[in-house]
Every structure is written in structure tokens, then in C-alpha cells.
């Protein structure tokens, strides 16, 4: 038999709550022997147990002893031991009961004994059992000295009292004590409850109680502080009942008012609305609120805001203002006092209620009226004429009685002034009656229109004030000054007709000459008032088309504004020159007005109508080409020249037709020219045509042809030297190949590749062919069937440059370089059939290991990758392949292994995907061919079954997170370790172990607290302060800090605090008393009496220990603006209203004592740079864009608004030169430095200089005396020399001559006499001597002159402006006939010139270009303007016509046939139309007639033209008969039947009657008679000639000749220039002058 002991734990840690021994023994021999089995202990006390042996053992035994709770006993000795020897002696252990301090009744547990150990197998493993009982001594309660003792507060500072507790026994868990006041508005606790635990349970922890200073005088007030139930797990104090402590708070709060300033303050105030400030604030906060009302003495004076006050129980403590603000009565009434003062408080609060506030106070309002006038400007500009400028005026103050204004101009002549309406006077006056007195009223300044260029006029306008009002009644008012702008400018009117008003405006229109003697008139005034005389000299434009009379007017200061006549006289010039528009201009103004000195000079626009014309014009005159009149005058006849057009050229004859000659080539040279050849004419006489010839061209060869082009002329291009180097430049020579010899076929030559195996590949004349060769063409270099040749570059500069490739399926073994043939090689694996029989078989796939052509069926099958070989590869045939499916499914797929992927059902919630954890896969048959037979197998510290899915394991997932719940105060647990079930997945978590305290957290760490101040609140208690720590984390350790309990503050983490004491808490009292505030500069224990009172706001100041000096900075409160400064001169609180408002930059304005100052923005302090910097800017007033310029000293002038001002300077101020000299110094321009002149005084004359003395003269004869001399004997005084004295002499007047001589002249009769025809035709007589010959002089700038008679005067107009004129534009003047100048082109340029205008110049690049000449072509430069440049072009020579190209011969064709008459009317055919083929027309018979010939009439034979029907018709219709008695053609006739037979008609039918036997003309259609010049005589030579330049004219132009110089874009005139080679030929078939281009008359 044995004993067997079962034991179970049930705790999972550590630590055992119990241990349960079940014991089931069948006593035998060999137990244990325990006695007794039952026993007690108290805490603190002991009890014995005996152990011993039934029988002797063989060996020593061995008894393990344990404590079942070690919390409740211990024992004196752990285990025993039995010998042999001893085994029958009992031995005793003794058990001690653990005094744990804690309540907790009697506890029961068991001592262990065993099992044993023992070489004796009877005592081997043998155990036993003792019972113990541990009674308890412990009794849980609170300990605290403060029960039933009344514990005082009080509301002022100082130290607080406090209250220690502490546990009487150790708690089982934590044990919070909660504390709570009766009444939070006496007093408060510094901590709500305290923490015992099962460490500090004994350790004192400290309550701080302080009193709550309500502010309110409400006395001592009793409450209690309530230590409630605690709140614990355990069941000895959660048993404990609540108990209370009484406590009083003893009041430190005294009712009443604070005001600032004292009442013995003198408060200020003005009618600026300037503002006294009244602040008070309660010494105590009211259980209501408070109502304080104040009020003034006069409310006319002074205002207060707000009346009433009503201070609330939350704003007691804080300011509150009474405003009190000065009333503005616009009464000058001086300053007056008044009073503000309080009544009673109202307030359900008795501490207050009925309650004086405070003593009144006394008051000053400041009086602002002052009378005054305010105008709105003291300047004004205006504008003559008549313009008008307000300004404005206003009372400053309400007058007494009605106040008078009188406004007076200074210079009515300058500017005026009106009111109201008024009309406009030197004088107005105006009332303002007491009731008006606020309304502005307005003067108006008008400017006096007066005609005299006076420049700006300064004047101004005064004020006199009449009023019964005292203070108004001659009251000074600023003058206005006044500018007047003059608007007179110096000026010339002319006019056509004399308007109607004066001063009015008139049209001016277009004057009208005619030749035929009829003139204009145009009448002339000034357009203000000269200071002296203006003359004015006029002439035309154009003498030679009309003249002036007067050409000399003046004006004076008297008929300035008086229309004078000048008469426009007609020239005829005896010119066909059309109408001629010229102008009358004013040449010249003579004045000393120095405003007239620089008068423009006008003009006005004219025209003379002509009564001229030209002979050529006439059709009486019958040149055959072209015409010339020299002489247009009427009385001039006969006097044209007639001369050659071209082609044609010869001598010109006048009055008669010219001879011409005609160079064939110059028609016929487009015939030679088409084939490379030029023509010859060797005979020029125009009876001899046809003997032209073609020859050649260099370099072409050819046999010359008469009358027709050579057939021969060849030109092989590649002799010219050029061509063949370029053939020769290349790499390698090539030939030069001309593809066509013809001369015609030009650039038509190219290089040709000469090497064996080159072929071209373009063709060009710049440069040597582009040749290829392909070496794989010209040497195949691949040797077998398996290769193929590529010729890389083609270029033969390029060899060895080609490859040679594999033929599919063939391919070249390694890459070789170009040039080399390389291996071709064959991979038997892509034989589809070879490949199929490897893919047959699981991972297999064919290598060919020989890929020769000459190594054949050698493929073999070889293991696909992951599968490995086994054995070795077997040729034509599988492999034998091994795969582990488990590495292969990872490696194949590229993710995990495939046991961890699967569809699992999740404890019955449905299948899903999910991931199996902890697994791993084994192969059972690794061969390729065995898949799908791996399983899954659960791996540690999974466990699991294995299966071909991933397998069901289980885990508890602690064990693979251990390194979570790391910290020590937690530990982790898993719920659910089924790894196949979702829910199970991540649901561990971390639990806080005990003492630490938290919340489970799932899948990481929890947070753990614990209070720091359990354990180091004993510190901060022995200093009297408490203990916080803010942050309970396990983790945050070291942060809990000590506080200083009421009155001190402070804190510190770690250890005791250093705790201050507000002073305040004691003294404030004594600030508040003053209306102040108290503050504590150091607050620590040892720094005591630094408390201070300081000022309340706005106040400033502050002093030591007791109220402080304050002063008031009235600006804090004051109501300048924001735009202001204010300074407070005194800021004693008793100095009131004495601060000064002042303007802040860019506003201006007044310092204003006690209020805010007028300020306006000065727009010239904004920017700097709105004047000149020689003037100053000024702003007029507040409102924006008034600013202006002003002139600064030395300059003067007008201020000008918004911009620079016309500044002046009057040098002559300063100047002193011309005064010591005798001379008077003059300013001519006020507005620049250094214009100052020295003027000779009277009687002395001479030229200003600037910035120096003139030279003065003296005219003598403007001394009466002298003057008298020569005036007794009707003689003119005259002073020769003026600048020496006695050298006056007396000239006789006209009609009178005679030498002069200082004295009385002899004079004799003047022989020109009265008549004086010379001055009549503006020209000068002088009388020779005493003889009657008298000569006309010319006038200057005209020369000439004629004794006894009138002069022909003429002016060389290039001396004039002639000269100016044509060099602006590099031409050249000439004046031929006297005033009638223009300009001439200077070569190379050409051109027609034109009169008194620049001529219309060209240049003719023909003139360098002798390409077309060479060829027997017209040059023609289209565009013959310097400026444009490589426009010419060659033209075919008529008859020739044909297409131009610039710069190049023209294409050119030429019917012969065209105009020629040589076949006698026949039909003429030309079967070559080139210029070059000559003499090949064809003439052709006509029908019925039958034959040709070239280039001659045709021998036709002739059959009658009455065998005709048609001809034969003509006659036999009129009963006549059809004779044709010759072989000429077109001379058959109609006879008429007899007795009429005689009379016949030529190729018409004849009229037949008995009139015609009288000889009478039958019909007459003939115009002749009215156009006798109609008839033109052109030889038949001529015909061909002319009909081809007739039909090229009508071709090319469809109007009359040009009247004017071709424009650019003058189509019909390509080259003006031309006129005389091509574009201007005449029509031979014409009339002479009739319009060129329109038809043909014959």
C-alpha cells in the first residue's frame, strides 16, 4: 500500500491565494507521525507541531516543511531530517502568527509536510499535513486631531491652518478619502481627497484650509468641512460613517467709493467739446448693483455722458467714468464756471444705499468764439476775355446788428466785381443781417477784355466793414489779389470779304487771276493794339503770274483794328502753262512792337486762269512723229519743230517734217536672238529694208543667214573650262556630258561617274556627280548558300565595308566585324517536333549542346528550373526530373508558401480567406511527375495536425508577443489561441498587475498609473505644503511637485517649493483707500514691506508701502484724433484740460489747447516734387487737389493751381550797368537768366544786346532846330553819321535832286515828275545830273533798268530760297529767266525739273546695262527712283513683242506678216514668228487666184473675179453687168446697161441715172473737206514699220500721254524715261495730235 497526495494550483500566477492538500493515507507501517494537526496562533504569537517516524528506516529521511500563506505564518525551520539513528526521536517545529497590521478577522492555512525524500522506498515521497488558525489584532479607523475642534479662517492673507490624517490600520487595497465644504464661497481645500495605500497608509497627510475672500462686507460666516464616506474595496473601511469639523471665516471687507481725481481738482472744459474725465470705482462688491448719478450745474455749459451710472456686482472693482463735455453755444460769452455733482446712490445693498458718493466738482468751460470774417481765397485768377472767378466770405460769429461789406477793385480796367447778380462794377456792396450770419455768400472777379497785349496784370480787391456791431464795425479783412490773364496775342487777319460786325470772324477763300487782266482783292488788319507802327511788305509767289498792290500797308495805334485793301494785279506770262496756283504772302513786318517782331508770316492761296496755248496741240500741224512748240504766244506761229520717234532717228526741222533713219535690227533682233544670235543692219535708210542679218553668238558656231536666222549655231557647254573643273573636283575625275548641244538647251550639262561599278545617283551643274558602288553587285565576298551580302555604304570612297548574314533558320555563331564571313550555326531545339517531345514531360524543356549544321540529332531534355536533374540527360528523349512542390510553389509564385494561404471556415461564420500562421510544408514525393502531395505541418510554438491544407493549429499568441507587456507592472493574456478562427486573432492583450491600475489594452501595451505623491507626500507635508502629481503613468516618473499652501504660492517638482506671500492680501487696504492699487514686487517669505501702491489708469506712479504721487497724462483719455499729437504740458492730476492737440505730418494746422485741432492736409508736404525747385508749393485749403505753385524771391509771378507757376524776374533790378552808362536796363524775358538789354534813352537810338551796353546813336534831325533848317526850304533832314554830332544834312525832296550839304540843299526840278512811271511799276527813277535822262531802277531784290523808259526786272530766285530749297534735296538751282528758278538733278540722276519746287529726279540703270542694246532690245527700268535698284529688264524692239524678265534678255516673237503690205493683198503667212527668222513670210494668192512666194508678192495666176457667183452677183442683182479686164485683184467692175453703159464702178455696183451724164458726183462720203489734214501720205515701205509700232502702242496703252511724272504704280508707263524708244511711239495710221492710244485712223 501508499499514500498519493494530489496537489493543484489554481492561480495562474506567482503568487498563491491558497493551496489545497487532498490526502488519502492508509496508515501503515513506514508514515509520518504529525501531532498535533490543529493549531491556533494570534498575530504576533507562536504554536509547536511534533514530527516522527512508525518504523526505522533503511536510509535517511528527509521532510520538506512550507507555509501555506507565508502572510499569515512562519515557521522555525524549512524541513527535518531522520537518521538510523534518530528516527524514533520526535522533532518540533514551531509556527510564529504575522502581526500584517491589516483588519482582516481570522484567517486559516495549512502547513505542507512532504513528500518526502528518501532512499527508503517505504519513506520515499511520504507526506503530511498541520491546520493553523491566525487570529486578528488590527481595527480600521481614521485618525485625526480636528474632530470636535472649530477650525478659523479668515478672508485677508496670511497663514492657513491645516488638518493631518492618516489610517489607523493597513488596508487590504486602496482606501480614498473624499473631503467636502459646506459652503465654496467662505473657504476652500487643497486637495478634494486624500489616497491611502497599502505603503502610506500611516503616513500623516496634510489638509490646507483657506478663506475665500468674497470681496463683500458681508462679516464672520461660520461652514464645515464634511470627511465622507471612503471609497475602498475594502470592506473593513468602506464600512466607516462620515463625521464633519466646524470651521468660521472671518471678513475683511469695508463698503464705500473711490474717485479720481479729488473733488479739490479745477476740471476743464470747452466749447471745442474738449471733455473733463470723472473715474470711481466700490471699496467692496455689492450683493446688488449700485446706481450713482451725476449732474451739472448749467447744462448750457457743460453735458455729462453717461447721467446715471449702474455698477454691477461683477464690475465693482472695476472704473467706471462720468464724461463730462463742454456745450458750444457760439456765443462770445467769455469762460464760465459750473459744478457737477452726485446724488444719492441707490442700491438694495445697505452698505450703500442712500449713500453720498462724493463732494461736487468744480468746472471751467472755455469759450472758442472770436468774431471774424472767412474768405475762401485771398487769390484769384482770371482770363481775359470776360471769364469770372468766385470767392467767398462767411462770419466767423453772430453779429449784433447787420454788417456791411463794401468790395472795391483796384483796377477796373484789369478786373471787376459783382454780387448777387449785379452787373459787373469797380464798386459793390452787400448786408448780412444777424440771421444770415451762418450762410456763405460769394464775390464774384470778372477780367476786362481790353485788346492791348498787356501780358498778366496784378490788382486786387479790398473790403470795407460797416456794422453797429462793435466788434465787426471796421473790421481789417485780407485784400483779395487778383491775376489777370491777357488772351491778346499779336496777330495778322486776313480776310476775303470785310465782315459785317467788327471784330468778327471771316471766311477766307480762294483767290482768282485772270491772265486776261482781271485781279482779286484781299483785305488785312491787325488782331490787337500795336504799340507802334507794323508795316507790312507782300508779293505773290509767282510774279510771273501776279503782283500785289500796295506792297507795302501800315498800321498804327489808331486804325490798328481798320480793314486795309490789297489788290491781286494779273501777269500774263504768254506760257500755255495752265492754271497756276501761287499765294500772296507777307514777306516782311517792320516794328519796333516787339510782339509784331516775330509775327508768322501768312499766306493765302491764289490761282490764274491761262489764256495761253500750244501750236502742237493744234491738228494743222503735220509732223509725221513728234512736235515741239517753242513759242506757246498766240502771235508766235509757225514756229514748231518737228523730229524723229523712235525706232526712227534723223535731223529735226523747223516748221517742216523731219528725215528719219531705221536701224532693222533694232525690230528684228528677237528673230536672231531666239536661236543665240544677233542681228546687223549694214544700210540704215528706211527705203532699204530687208538686208539684216543673223550671226552667231560667241560661243555658239554657225553659218551667218541673210533676212533669216542661221540653222547651225551649236554650243557644246562642257568646253567651257569652268564645267569641266567641276567634273574634275571630285574624289575621283569624272567626264562632262552635255545632254544637248542646241544653244537654245543651256544648263543642261552634268558630271558622269567613270569607274567600273559606280552608277550615278543624281545629276548637277554645281558640283561633281554623286556616284554609288555596291560591292556586294560588283564582288559577291559570301561564299556559301547559308550567307547573304549587304553593301553597308555604297559610297566608293567606302570598301570593305559589307557583311555577310545567316539565312533563316541559320544564324551567325559570334558577331564579326565587316568584311569577315561568319559561322552559321543551327539550334536543333526549335524543330517543333524535338520541343515536343521535352514539354511532354513535367519541367523538361530541349538543348541542342551542338548547335553545328554538321552535328545532327544530338538535342536532349533537360529539367525545367525550380526542378533539378536526376541521373543524366537522355538524348532524343525525357529526363528524369525531381521537384519539391513546397520550394516550388515559393518560388514559382514569388510570395509566401502555399501553407499559408487557404479558405477556412471561421467557427462556423462562413468560409473566407484568411492566413494560417505558424505552419510549414514537406513534399511526401519529390519527383516532378507526383504533385499536389505535400501537407502542412504546424510549427513551434503552434501546435496542430498536419493536413494537405494548411493545418488546424492553435497558438496562444502571448508567447509570440512577449516583448509587448515587457513593463513590469503588466502581463499578457490570450483568450482564444485558435489560429484558424478570425475572432482569435490579435484579441491578447496587456492588464496592469497590481498596484498599478489601468484598462486592458488589445494587441499593445496598456497605460499603468500610479500616483507618486503616495510615496513623496511625506516630504512635501514636513514643509507644510501638499503634494501633486500631474501625470499617474508608470512611465512619467520624477513629476510630481510640492505646493505652498494659502497665503504663499509657488511650486516645485522633486522637493519642497519655495513659497511666497502677496503683501497685498494685508495692505491693499491701504491703496485702495487712495483710490489706487496695490502690488507685491517680491512675493518670497523673507521679502516682506516691498509692497507698493500704484496709480490707476489713466494715473501713472507708484510708491513703497503707502499711496503714491499719481499724475495724469491727460493724452491716454484726450480726444484728439488719430491724425494728431497730444502732449500733456502738466500731468498733475490737478492740472486739468491743459494738454495740446497738434497736427501730425502731412496735415497742418493750429495747436489746439485742450481739444482736438483743426487740422487739414497739406498736399504739399505729400510729395516734394509737385513744383519746380526754384518755386515753393502751397495748399489753398482742406479740400484735395487745391494745391498749387508759387513763385520764390527773386523770381515773381501768379501762384498757379495744380501746377508750375509762370515765374518772372526782373533782372534790371539788380543790374546796374545801364544806368551808369546812361542807358535804361529792359528785361525782354522775365522767365530766362541773362535777357537783359541796356535800351538807349531819348534822344539816342541803337540795338538791344543781351547782358550788355548798345551802341546809341543820335538822329540830329529830331532836334526842332536842326530839323527846322531843312524843313523852311521843303528838304529832309538827314543825319548821316549818328553816332557824331554835325553830320545832319538837308535832301531835296522829289520831284526835286540835289546835292546834299549840311544847311539847305541845292535842289532842281526832279525829272521823273510827278508821273513818276518807275515808282508806278515799283521800281526806282534816278535823274542823271541836271539833264532830262532819267533811269528805272529795279527794286531788290529784282535787278535791271531802262533809261527814259520802264524796266524789265527780273530775280535770280537761287539767291533768294531757291538755293535752300533744291540743296535739301542734292539738286542744283537755276534761275534763267529771273525769279523763275528750280531745281535741276545732278548726275548720274535725271529728271524733269520743276519750278520753285524740287525736281523729280531718276536714275536710269539702262544707262549702265548694255545687255539689251548688245541684243538688239529695249533697256527699261521700271522703277527709276535712287532708291530702287537691279529693276530693269529688257524689252523686244517693236514690231518685235514679247515677255520682259528683270535683269535678262526678254523672250521675244516677231509676225512679219504684221503691217505688211508687200504681198499686194494677198495672204501673208510667217511660219517662223522668231526675230531671229527673217524674210521666211509666205505670200498666198487669194482665191481663185493660185500661187505663193517667200518673202515677195506671188505670181498668182489670175481667172477672172466675175467667175465668181458672189462677185458676179453684186452686179447682175442691179441689172448691171460684171467686166474684170485685168489680173489685178479687187478692179473688177459693175457696167451699167446702155444707153448707160458709161458709166461703171469699181468693185461695187454702179448707180446708174441720167445725172450721172452730167458728170455730178454720184455719192460723197468724203470728210475732208472738214478735216483737210486728215489725208496722211505714208509711203508703203513705212507700212509694215508703222502698223507694227501702232499695234504694240495699242497694246500697251489705252490713254492720252502722261500730263504728270509716272508713279511706281503706273502700270501703262513702266519707264517715263522711254518716252522717245518705246512708250510713247506715235500711231503712223493717226492723225498728228489727236490723243495717242486710242485707235487707228486711216
Not at 480614498?176 to 497599502?198: C, G, I, N, Q, R
Not at 478562427?981 to 484579441?987: I, K, L, M, V, Y
Amino acid at each position: 500500500k501508499a499514500t498519493v497526495s494530489v496537489l493543484y494550483w489554481g492561480a495562474r500566477h506567482a503568487r498563491m491565494s491558497a493551496a489545497c492538500l487532498l490526502l488519502c493515507a492508509v496508515h501503515t507501517m513506514g508514515s509520518l507521525l504529525v501531532s498535533p494537526t490543529d493549531i491556533s496562533t494570534t498575530e504576533g504569537s507562536t504554536a509547536t507541531f511534533t514530527i516522527g517516524c512508525s518504523m526505522l528506516p533503511t536510509n535517511d529521511v528527509t521532510v520538506p516543511i512550507a507555509v501555506g500563506d507565508n502572510r499569515e505564518g512562519s515557521l522555525s525551520t524549512t524541513s527535518v531530517t531522520f537518521t538510523t539513528a534518530n528516527w524514533n526521536v520526535l522533532q518540533t517545529v514551531t509556527v510564529t502568527g504575522v502581526d500584517d497590521l491589516i483588519d482582516e478577522d481570522t484567517v486559516l492555512y495549512d502547513i505542507l509536510l512532504g513528500p518526502s525524500v528518501s532512499g527508503d522506498a517505504v519513506y520515499n515521497m511520504r507526506s503530511a499535513e498541520v491546520h493553523v488558525k491566525n487570529m486578528d489584532d488590527d481595527t480600521a479607523r481614521i485618525s485625526t486631531a480636528y474632530i470636535g475642534t472649530t477650525v478659523t479662517t479668515t478672508e485677508a492673507a496670511g497663514p492657513r491652518p491645516t488638518i493631518v490624517f492618516a489610517l489607523e490600520t493597513q488596508p487590504t487595497l486602496g482606501v480614498k478619502v473624499p473631503f467636502v465644504v459646506s459652503d465654496t464661497s467662505e473657504a476652500s481645500l487643497s486637495v478634494d481627497f486624500f489616497m491611502f495605500t497599502t505603503l502610506n497608509w500611516n503616513t500623516p497627510q496634510t489638509l490646507t484650509v483657506g478663506g475665500v475672500d468674497d470681496n463683500i462686507a458681508d462679516g464672520d460666516q461660520p461652514y464645515t468641512i464634511t470627511v465622507g464616506t471612503c471609497i475602498t474595496a475594502d470592506a473593513k473601511y468602506a464600512q466607516l460613517l462620515s463625521f464633519t469639523i466646524p470651521c468660521v471665516n472671518i471678513d475683511d471687507d469695508t463698503s464705500g467709493f473711490v474717485f479720481s481725481p479729488s473733488t479739490a481738482t479745477m476740471l476743464t472744459t470747452s466749447e471745442h467739446l474738449t471733455k473733463a474725465f470723472v473715474t470711481f470705482m466700490l471699496m467692496s462688491e455689492p450683493i446688488s448693483a449700485v446706481s450713482v448719478e451725476m449732474v451739472t450745474s448749467d447744462g448750457t455749459e457743460g453735458s455729462v455722458d453717461p447721467a446715471d451710472i449702474r455698477v454691477l456686482p461683477s464690475t465693482w472693482n472695476m472704473p467706471h467714468t462720468f464724461t463730462i463735455t463742454g456745450v458750444n453755444d457760439d456765443i462770445d460769452d467769455g469762460d464760465v464756471a459750473y459744478t457737477a455733482s452726485f446724488k444719492l446712490a441707490e442700491s438694495v445693498d445697505p452698505n450703500y444705499h442712500n449713500k453720498l458718493p462724493s463732494a461736487p466738482y468744480s468746472l471751467i468751460n472755455m469759450d472758442n468764439d472770436v468774431v471774424g470774417v472767412i474768405l475762401s481765397s485771398t487769390a484769384v485768377t482770371v482770363s481775359e476775355p470776360g471769364t469770372q472767378v468766385a470767392f467767398t466770405y462767411k462770419l466767423r460769429t453772430e453779429p449784433v446788428s447787420a454788417v456791411t461789406f463794401t468790395f472795391v477793385a483796384s483796377d477796373p480796367s484789369e478786373a471787376q466785381v459783382s454780387v448777387l447778380g449785379t452787373a459787373p462794377n469797380d464798386t459793390v456792396t452787400f448786408t448780412i443781417h444777424p440771421s444770415w450770419w451762418t450762410s456763405t455768400f460769394s464775390v464774384n472777379v470778372h477780367a476786362a477784355d481790353d485788346y492791348d497785349i498787356d501780358g498778366t496784370v496784378f490788382s486786387s480787391i479790398t473790403t470795407e466793414v460797416v456794422s453797429a456791431d462793435a466788434l465787426y464795425d471796421g473790421m481789417t479783412i485780407p485784400g483779395v489779389a487778383v491775376t489777370t490773364m491777357d488772351d491778346d496775342v499779336a496777330g495778322i487777319v486776313l480776310c476775303t470779304e470785310v465782315p459785317a460786325m467788327p471784330f468778327q470772324s471771316c471766311t477766307v477763300g480762294l483767290g482768282t487771276t485772270y491772265e486776261a487782266g482781271t485781279g482779286d482783292e484781299l483785305y488785312v488788319r491787325l488782331a490787337t493794339r500795336p504799340t507802334s507802327n507794323v508795316v507790312i511788305d507782300l508779293n505773290t509767289t509767282d510774279i510771273r503770274e501776279a503782283a500785289v498792290w500796295p506792297m507795302t500797308i501800315t498800321f498804327t495805334a489808331a486804325n490798328w483794328s481798320t480793314f486795309q485793301t490789297v489788290t491781286i494785279l494779273a501777269v500774263d506770262d504768254l506760257l500755255d502753262d495752265g492754271d497756276v496756283p501761287y499765294y500772296v504772302e507777307i514777306i516782311s513786318i517792320t516794328t519796333t512792337d516787339v510782339h509784331y517782331m516775330s509775327v508768322a508770316l501768312l499766306r493765302w492761296g491764289a490761282v490764274s486762269i491761262d489764256d495761253d496755248v500750244d501750236e502742237c496741240k493744234y491738228p494743222n500741224v503735220t509732223c509725221t512723229h513728234l512736235c515741239n512748240d517753242t513759242n506757246i504766244n498766240i502771235n508766235n506761229l509757225n514756229d514748231y519743230t518737228c523730229s524723229c520717234e523712235y525706232p526712227e532717228y534723223g535731223t529735226t526741222t523747223v516748221g517742216l517734217d523731219a528725215t528719219c533713219y531705221l536701224d532693222e535690227c533694232v525690230l528684228r533682233s528677237a528673230t536672231c536672238t531666239n536661236s543665240r544670235q544677233d542681228c546687223y543692219d549694214a544700210d540704215q535708210n528706211v527705203t532699204s529694208l530687208d538686208d539684216w542679218t543673223c550671226v552667231c553668238r560667241s560661243p555658239a558656231t554657225g553659218t551667218p543667214g541673210l533676212i533669216q536666222p542661221s540653222l547651225d549655231c551649236m554650243y557644246d557647254e562642257c568646253t567651257d573650262v569652268h564645267n569641266q573643273r567641276v567634273c574634275a573636283s571630285g574624289f575621283r575625275p569624272q567626264e562632262c556630258i552635255d545632254a544637248n548641244p542646241d544653244p537654245e538647251s543651256l544648263l543642261d550639262w552634268y558630271c558622269n561617274c567613270t569607274r567600273p561599278g559606280e552608277v550615278n545617283t543624281s545629276n548637277t551643274r554645281t558640283k561633281a556627280a554623286e556616284c554609288i558602288l555596291d560591292e556586294c553587285a560588283f564582288v559577291n565576298p559570301c561564299p556559301t548558300a547559308l550567307h547573304t551580302c549587304i553593301d553597308i555604304n555604297t559610297s566608293p570612297y567606302a570598301t570593305n565595308d559589307w557583311n555577310c548574314s545567316c539565312v533563316a533558320p541559320y544564324y551567325a555563331e559570334v558577331d564579326v566585324p565587316l568584311g569577315v564571313v561568319p559561322r552559321c550555326i543551327l539550334d536543333e531545339c526549335t524543330v517543333p517536333t524535338n520541343a515536343a517531345v521535352c514539354s511532354s514531360k513535367s519541367y523538361q524543356h530541349c538543348v541542342d549542346p551542338d548547335p553545328d549544321p554538321t552535328s545532327r540529332d544530338d538535342w536532349v531534355c533537360n529539367c525545367t528550373s525550380p526542378a533539378v536533374l536526376q541521373g543524366g540527360m537522355v538524348t532524343r528523349g525525357p529526363s528524369t526530373c525531381m521537384l519539391d512542390e513546397c520550394t516550388a510553389n515559393q518560388t514559382l509564385t514569388g510570395e509566401l508558401n502555399v501553407c499559408t494561404l487557404a479558405v477556412y471556415n471561421y467557427g462556423g461564420k462562413g468560409g473566407g480567406f484568411g492566413h494560417a500562421y505558424h505552419q510549414t510544408c514537406r513534399d511526401m514525393n519529390t519527383s516532378a511527375e507526383s504533385l499536389n502531395d505535400w501537407l502542412c505541418n504546424c510549427t513551434y510554438p503552434a501546435v496542430g495536425q498536419d493536413w494537405v491544407a494548411p493545418a488546424i493549429c492553435t497558438l496562444d499568441e502571448c508567447l509570440l508577443y512577449s516583448d509587448i507587456c515587457t513593463n513590469a507592472s503588466q502581463a499578457c493574456f490570450d483568450p482564444n489561441t485558435n489560429t484558424h478562427d478570425t475572432s482569435s486573432e490579435n484579441d491578447w492583450w496587456c492588464e496592469c498587475i497590481y498596484p498599478d491600475t489601468g484598462p486592458k489594452m488589445v494587441g499593445g501595451n496598456t497605460t499603468c498609473a500610479v500616483d507618486e505623491c503616495e510615496q513623496y507626500k511625506v516630504i512635501c507635508e514636513s514643509n507644510a505644503q501638499t503634494c501633486t502629481d500631474p501625470n499617474n503613468s508608470s512611465s512619467s516618473l520624477d513629476d510630481w511637485f510640492c505646493n505652498c499652501t494659502a497665503p504663499y504660492s509657488g511650486t516645485e517638482i522633486g522637493g519642497p517649493a519655495e513659497c511666497g506671500i502677496d503683501e497685498c492680501l494685508q495692505y491693499s487696504h491701504v491703496c485702495i483707500s487712495a483710490g489706487q492699487l496695490c502690488n507685491d514686487t517680491n512675493e518670497h517669505p523673507l521679502s516682506l514691506q516691498d509692497w507698493v501702491c500704484s496709480c490707476p489708469p489713466p494715473q501713472i506712479g507708484s510708491e513703497y508701502r503707502g499711496p503714491a504721487t499719481c499724475i495724469y497724462d491727460e493724452c491716454s483719455t484726450a480726444p484728439c484724433g488719430a491724425d494728431q499729437t497730444c502732449n500733456d504740458l502738466n500731468k498733475n492730476i490737478s492740472s486739468r484740460s491743459d494738454y495740446v492737440c497738434s497736427c501730425e505730418f502731412p496735415n497742418i494746422g493750429t495747436p489746439q489747447a485742450g481739444g482736438r485741432a483743426y487740422c487739414v492736409q497739406d498736399e504739399c508736404g505729400i510729395s516734394s516734387s509737385l513744383c519746380p525747385a526754384d518755386q515753393k508749393c502751397y495748399d489753398a485749403s482742406p479740400a484735395s487737389n487745391d494745391w498749387g505753385c508759387e513763385c520764390v524771391l527773386p523770381l515773381a509771378g501768379v501762384p498757379t493751381p495744380g501746377g508750375a507757376a509762370n515765374c518772372t524776374y526782373d533782372e534790371c533790378t539788380k543790374v546796374t550797368l545801364c544806368s551808369a552808362n546812361g542807358q535804361q536796363c529792359i528785361d525782354t524775358n522775365l522767365t530766362t537768366l541773362g535777357s537783359w538789354v541796356c535800351r538807349c534813352l531819348p534822344p539816342t537810338t541803337g540795338t538791344d544786346t543781351n547782358g550788355s551796353l548798345s551802341t546809341c546813336t543820335w538822329n540830329e534831325c529830331t532836334v526842332s532846330e536842326t530839323r527846322d533848317k531843312c524843313e523852311s526850304q521843303s528838304q529832309d533832314c538827314v543825319d548821316t553819321d549818328v553816332y557824331r554830332h554835325n553830320n545832319w544834312e538837308c535832301r531835296c525832296r522829289t520831284p526835286e535832286i540835289g546835292a546834299a550839304s549840311l544847311g539847305p540843299a541845292r535842289c532842281t526840278r526832279d525829272m521823273c515828275g510827278p508821273a513818276n512811271v518807275c515808282a508806278v511799276n515799283n521800281q526806282d527813277c534816278v535823274q542823271s545830273g541836271t539833264s532830262s535822262l532819267w533811269t528805272c531802277v529795279c527794286r531788290a531784290p529784282f535787278v535791271g533798268e531802262q533809261i527814259n523808259s520802264v524796266a524789265t526786272c527780273t530775280i535770280n530766285g537761287c539767291t533768294q530760297t531757291g538755293n535752300a530749297v533744291c540743296k535739301a534735296q542734292d539738286q542744283e538751282c537755276k534761275d534763267s529767266t529771273g525769279g523763275d528758278w528750280s531745281c535741276n538733278c545732278v548726275a548720274p540722276l535725271k529728271g524733269l525739273s520743276v519750278q520753285r519746287a524740287p525736281a523729280v529726279c531718276y536714275y536710269d540703270e539702262c544707262l549702265h546695262h548694255t545687255l539689251c542694246a548688245s541684243k538688239g532690245q529695249i533697256c527699261i527700268d521700271r522703277d527709276t527712283s535712287p532708291e530702287s535698284t537691279f529693276d530693269w529688264m529688257c524689252a523686244c524692239r517693236p514690231p518685235s513683242v514679247g515677255t520682259s524678265v528683270v535683269g535678262q534678255l526678254a523672250v521675244c516673237t516677231l509676225n512679219e506678216c504684221n503691217g505688211n503690205t508687200a504681198c499686194q493683198g494677198q495672204q501673208c503667212t510667217d511660219p517662223n514668228m522668231s526675230p531671229d527668222s527673217l524674210g521666211d513670210w509666205v505670200c498666198s494668192c487669194l482665191p481663185p487666184a493660185n500661187g505663193s512666194k517667200i518673202a515677195a508678192a506671188a505670181d498668182c495666176s489670175f481667172v477672172g473675179e466675175c467667175a465668181d457667183p458672189a462677185i458676179r452677183n453684186v452686179c447682175e442683182s442691179k441689172g448691171q453687168t460684171c467686166l474684170d479686164s485685168s489680173n489685178s485683184a479687187g478692179d473688177w467692175q459693175c457696167v451699167c446697161p446702155s444707153p448707160l453703159g458709161t458709166i461703171r464702178a469699181t468693185a461695187a455696183a454702179a448707180v446708174c441715172s441720167d445725172s450721172s451724164i452730167e458728170g455730178k458726183p454720184v455719192v460723197s462720203n468724203s470728210k475732208s473737206d472738214s478735216f483737210p489734214w486728215a489725208a496722211v501720205l505714208i509711203p508703203s515701205i513705212l507700212v509694215p514699220i508703222c502698223v507694227g509700232a501702232a499695234l504694240f502702242i495699242l497694246k500697251k496703252s489705252s490713254g492720252p500721254p502722261p500730263t504728270r511724272m509716272p508713279k511706281e504704280s503706273d502700270e501703262q508707263y513702266h519707264s517715263f524715261h522711254e518716252q522717245d524708244e518705246l512708250e510713247h511711239a506715235p500711231n503712223p495710221f493717226q492723225p498728228r495730235n489727236a490723243g495717242r492710244g486710242t485707235g487707228i485712223a486711216v
